[in-house]
């Protein structure tokens, strides 16, 4: 099978960067379209983008030329991933979409529109059908597709088993996020070094909407939200990546820590039964020790590096009936972010949809 | 007045360091015998102590002679600070006190005996009542008064005023505490560099339990216990002094954020009242920028540096009905330990119980 | 004595905020204008500065409003102290001399220039001569003295003891640098977490070039450059504040690290003799530990914290014939900055330049 | 061919674990007996080692019975790896020398022995000459060969080109070391946080003084030092793994960066010629950024990752007469320890020597 060209909008930054690194040797994808802003277009990639991450460049991206975030620049290709910041998704995702463009898009600027799926495969696969009612509603041969913030998703990813064997009444979440969730230069050196910073922008609203979409029912290209209850509080400390959660939860009925676990570790879902290239064999680990999960090691968990989340201090909790606290941590950048959407792409070709 | 002479036990550690500190230049106490473990003993403080603190070690200390944790180092005082650990202080504290002592304890050995006082002195003053039946019941002429555990303090000093004029159901807190609070070689660099460890021994049981005892009702010579319900997750993350909590309230009456704000800002208790010279003009003080507290300036905040905590995104929660969420920031070595010890023996001073 | 009305060029600023902190209760001077950008011309500086330093914003300069940086906005002092970049110094500076007012600047833009004073005032008091031929040269009635860059500055305090005892043919330096040293925004914290830069723009060139002028000989209005041979490397580590550099040293006569110890200690110079108020009594604090000086307590070294620099390791060099190396850790943004500009202004006052 | 199987003493701490690592999939040698202390002796090396790297434990080792550090415990091996400490090493090695065993050390135990080889394959491979003396002289039928510290191993591989092509007279070398160097708990985090510690103990003494003997000409069974003359100042800084080094050299001939950067990309020496295993392509990158090498990424320089080193900033010197200087870094615990050693023992087995 020849492999189908896929363009990254935004290549250059840290999510970017990620795509790169999430497509690179991708048995199904290959990037061939690679745009950014004016000042680096027409620069090879070698030389526009500052490679911030391990292991180094690939060398088959190092002589693609970086061209503006426009239609034009990526006409060579039917699906583009779509890194951009929010405020230039909004005017460019819609282009491409018009213009016959799959967009599989970390951006949030489309995430909480009714007719855009907003995907984690392994929760609601069947939340793409949305696609077809935005085509039609829109005039759009191509279309937009869209992954949760980084923080929502760690987090869903942790609860759902629990969500379909037992549901969830309430949850109160508080986080630890990584430097690299902000960007590369969205923290400053001197603001976070000995310190924390008890706040991130817009990002506890995210955490407690996109869930209600996410774990919406999809019926008759329609969404109906979730009646689960997230209250979420968002710090920022002094990790490079990784994302760690202290959740608390209320579930509908008493269950044991030894089930909660249990039901985290042997949850699978579509992308698993599909064998999808990038899908985690275990999307949920759980460690037993006292002290875990830990972002350090957690940031490359499971055997697709990145893309599995780890929990563990699982334990009732003293306040809720039928209370389960734990921690969880993920990668933000790569199960959070570009490796998320990869995923959505996955799912679409297997699905037949690309 | 000339001062009283204090000793302090456990004197050349981090906690013993904080109290030599806090003791120094202190209008009321002097510090006059200091003890440590054998190795020290015999030694000069100056000699025996490698000072960690800013600013540097008092003048007045250094040349006092530290000895051996026992009766007979402290026969010269009648008042002693103990930065004894538990396993030790379980042993030497009754003896102390059976000699005549009173222990101003940061120990958890004896916090939760019926009959020892565990004290925040802006929240049960009255509790010190239980130092009579601890005398009469143990047969000693001194007694221990103990402070609670630093998490524990920061926590309950922000919820004082709350339990006081609207009242708490249930209580949920995630902390991200420093790494000083585990003690000088606590926390290894290798464990927490680019990481957190979401795990800190007995800290969880002792966050949940310490504030029912604090906030309990004393009544002839007992203390019940009250009924809120608390639920903490511990992690420790790579700051170095101050700790910060996250916090989830279900309160008793809808309470805007603006009246949650006020009650913090405008609390006052006996401390302030009765002039105590370490006690913080305002034990909260309430920031209303977006992103505060934060520890790398909580950690001194107040006029009596380090003995207030800070509260800040005071807001609804979505989740509990009459629900409210904030963070607190405080210092876990100064208002969470020895200032604790400090200022619980300026009460009893100033209460004639010296 | 009334005090001294001073402005302050840059006040918002990392530099501008540590001379207001060094200028706060000042016996001699009294900030009273402060300007800044556009942005912030007009507001209070309590509004207008985000405050970054420990203690808290002094209370006396919270009402004073921000003004552009022209010279109508300190018509109303004679001395205004420079916290500017170097860019917009280039061009102000100067305007501000030609209307009459002292320039006391920490911007590297006229450092180098053959008729402006580069002082260290222990090192070099006699260049404030240079200051007579500046006006008459440019006409001016006022008048621009600098000082050196901070790594400049705390290298050269602890040669120059050196420099007059046994005089110094040649010097290695390699550098550790406080994120400081870079401004606010200067180091992402993406870059620096878990990691060193071994580059400081400009940063060799000054280390190397400065001391030359600052240790030449004045005589008839010039400066004769010293012949001693620097070579410097420099690296930014995560540290938030002091500079520590690496020292090798080749002297001209065989000395022990013992003397080299002994003539360390006891340096004093012209500020010590005058007393000047922000003079340290001991210009060079020298540790015997064998683990010392590191930066987390040098930077507050000395009766006015951080106005000394902390030397230890002193020993033999196996390379050099009379070689001596050590470490050497100071405060750059007070000593190596903000404090250093005050100094100068002090030497002046107190010579009856003012 | 099948595997050799190999011995790993002291499996359980930092170099024992990246032996492991580099052992695992190696393709002449097989992980097949691990020894530790008393209290990991009898448990599965799966249970007794707290795994501290990245990637996880390798699957083949955990089934493995750690044993206690004796010649009874690795008597199915003829081979082993010691990763000791060098109280422990001087013990044991000679015992297991003594047995018929090949100890290939990172132990500084025997380093300096006049018979014993000191050992960089790409610089000194002639001196594994010296194990026949060392056998003959002891009477031994195996025998001891060592690698040097990291800090050594680091800048003698940047220095030895030019050392060959020009000559080196003098060398003074300050070094920012990782935390791993000094085992998992050796360095606090309270120590090290917003720090750094200008000291480190015996590693400068190493530094200078290794080199003499790896340098050296090996004739008729002795090696004639070198005469090169070394300074070295070392400090640690909040580094994870890699060593960063700033070097100031004096060439015998006048050589330009340009020349310097070239003898040092060009740089292949026995272990590539032989194409060991783990000998990275490169032993040296060059890199041309103005801002590095930086540890983060060095730590997984070369296509063996952290086999190789980096260097960076090459530039002329001012002060030495043919004077050079730059920055290098690499990984210290793969290249210079565990990875050491390991390339050692498949020197020899490339020189039919095991």
């Known amino acids: 099978m020849s492999k189908i060209p896929v363009g990254i909008l935004g290549a250059t930054g840290m999510v970017g960067q990620r795509f790169i690194q999430s497509l690179s040797d991708h048995p199904w994808f290959e990037p061939k379209a690679l745009t950014a802003s004016e000042e680096s277009a027409g620069k090879m990639y070698g030389e526009a983008a500052k490679w911030h991450l391990y292991p180094s460049m690939p060398d088959d991206v190092k002589d693609i030329e970086v061209r503006t975030t426009d239609v034009e620049s990526v006409e060579n290709v039917d699906i583009v ?9 909004e005017d460019v995702e ?20 009714d007719d855009v799926p907003l995907m984690i495969p392994e929760i609601n696969p069947e939340h793409l059908n949305l696609l077809r009612h935005q085509r039609n509603e829109r005039g759009w041969d191509g279309g937009i597709i869209t992954n949760p913030n980084c923080t929502t998703i760690i987090l869903l990813l942790a609860l759902k088993p629990l969500v379909d064997e037992v549901g969830i009444e309430r949850v109160f979440v508080s986080t630890m996020q990584a430097l690299s969730g902000a960007g590369y230069g969205g923290v400053k050196s001197m603001e976070i070094q000995d310190n924390l910073i008890p706040y991130i922008s817009k990002e506890e609203w995210k955490t407690e909407n996109e869930p ?22 968002c710090s920022r ?30 949850f699978k879902a ?39 989340v780890v929990v563990g201090r699982v334990r009732e909790d003293p306040v809720f009936e039928n209370g389960i606290r734990f921690f969880v941590s993920g990668n933000n950048a790569i199960r959070g972010a570009a490796g998320a959407s990869v995923l959505n792409a996955e799912l679409m070709k297997a699905k037949d949809m690309l």
């Open 237 to 266: 400390i002094a990790v490079l990546d990784g994302h760690t959660e202290s959740v608390f939860l209320e579930l509908e009925e008493d269950t044991s820590p030894t089930e909660v676990k249990r039901m985290m570790s042997e």
């Open 94 to 113: 819609p282009k491409m979409a018009e213009a016959g463009k799959i967009v599989a898009s970390n951006a949030s600027s489309y995430r909480m529109e």
């Open 270 to 308: 579509v992308p698993q039964e599909l064998e999808l290239p990038t899908a985690p064999d275990q999307p949920i680990i759980v460690r037993e020790e006292p002290d875990r999960p830990q972002p350090r090691d957690a940031r490359h968990a499971g055997d697709v590096p990145g893309m599995s």
């Open 212 to 233: 209600l979409k996410i774990l919406g029912k999809y019926e008759d290209g329609e969404v109906t939200k979730s009646q689960i209850a997230i209250s979420a509080s």
């Open 81 to 89: 991933f779509s890194a951009l910041p929010s405020s230039i998704a």
